[in-house]
T-cell receptor
Framework: NAGVTQTPKFRVLKTGQSMTLLCAQDMNHEYMYWYRQDPGMGLRLIHYSVGEGTTAKGEVPDGYNVSRLKKQNFLLGLESAAPSQTSVYFC?????????????FGPGTRLLVL | AQSVAQPEDQVNVAEGNPLTVKCTYSVSGNPYLFWYVQYPNRGLQFLLKYITGDNLVKGSYGFEAEFNKSQTSFHLKKPSALVSDSALYFCAVRDSAAGNKLTFGGGTRVLVKP
C-alpha cells in the first residue's frame, strides 16, 4: 500500500493563477481531509469529505474548492491564488466515520504564491 | 468550541533523559485525544490516542501519554529520549459533541542533543 499520496510536492504560483492539488489513497477510506499548516498554528482544516460525491467546509474554507468524484481521490482547487495561501498542504484519510478514527496523512505539498 | 494548547514552542533535552511534551485541551463533550509526530519534510505520523479506558496510553517508538481529566491534560512522555526523536510533535483533540472535526495544537519542536 502506498497509503496517502499527494501531487505535486512543490509548486510556485503567481498571484491570480489557479491550480489543483491531488490527493489519492489506496486504503479504501471513506473520509478524506485537506489541511493547511502554517508556523505556530498547527494544522487547520480546509475542507473534508465523508464519502464519494460529498464535501463539507472546515475551519478555513475561503478561497478553496474541493471535489470527491472518486472514493480514492480528493482534489483541492485554488481558483485565484493569493500570497496568503502560501503554506504546506496536507491531505489525510480515515476509515470510517467516528470520533475514534485515526487519520493518516500524506507527505504534503509546499505551495508558494508570489 | 474545542481547542488544544501546547504551551512550549520548543523542548530541549539531552539524549537519555526523560522527555515530556505538554498538551492541554478544552471540549464540551468527551475528549478523544491524539499525538502525531512530524519529521522534517514529511507528513504527520500517528503516535498514540486516548479514547477510553486506562489513563496511561502506550504508543509507537516507546512513547506514552497520560490522560488527566481533572487537569484536562494529555502530556506525551518518553523515559529515555533519542537523538532520532528530534521532530515536531502535535497534540490533537476531537470533541464527541462536535462531530468528526480534529483540532490540532500549534506544535512543539523537540530537540534531543547527544
Amino acid at each position: 500500500n502506498a497509503g496517502v499520496t499527494q501531487t505535486p510536492k512543490f509548486r510556485v504560483l503567481k498571484t491570480g493563477q489557479s491550480m489543483t492539488l491531488l490527493c489519492a489513497q489506496d486504503m479504501n477510506h471513506e473520509y478524506m481531509y485537506w489541511y493547511r499548516q502554517d508556523p505556530g498554528m498547527g494544522l487547520r482544516l480546509i475542507h473534508y469529505s465523508v464519502g464519494e460525491g460529498t464535501t463539507a467546509k472546515g475551519e478555513v474554507p475561503d478561497g478553496y474548492n474541493v471535489s470527491r468524484l472518486k472514493k480514492q481521490n480528493f482534489l483541492l482547487g485554488l481558483e485565484s491564488a493569493a500570497p496568503s495561501q502560501t503554506s504546506v498542504y496536507f491531505c489525510a484519510s480515515s476509515l470510517l466515520r467516528g470520533d475514534q478514527e485515526t487519520q493518516y496523512f500524506g507527505p504534503g505539498t509546499r505551495l508558494l504564491v508570489l | 468550541a474545542q481547542s488544544v494548547a501546547q504551551p512550549e514552542d520548543q523542548v530541549n533535552v539531552a539524549e537519555g533523559n526523560p522527555l515530556t511534551v505538554k498538551c492541554t485541551y478544552s471540549v464540551s463533550g468527551n475528549p478523544y485525544l491524539f499525538w502525531y509526530v512530524q519529521y522534517p519534510n514529511r507528513g504527520l505520523q500517528f503516535l498514540l490516542k486516548y479514547i477510553t479506558g486506562d489513563n496511561l496510553v502506550k504508543g509507537s517508538y516507546g512513547f506514552e501519554a497520560e490522560f488527566n481529566k481533572s487537569q484536562t491534560s494529555f502530556h506525551l512522555k518518553k523515559p529515555s529520549a533519542l537523538v532520532s526523536d528530534s521532530a515536531l510533535y502535535f497534540c490533537a483533540v476531537r470533541d464527541s459533541a462536535a462531530g468528526n472535526k480534529l483540532t490540532f495544537g500549534g506544535g512543539t519542536r523537540v530537540l534531543v542533543k547527544p
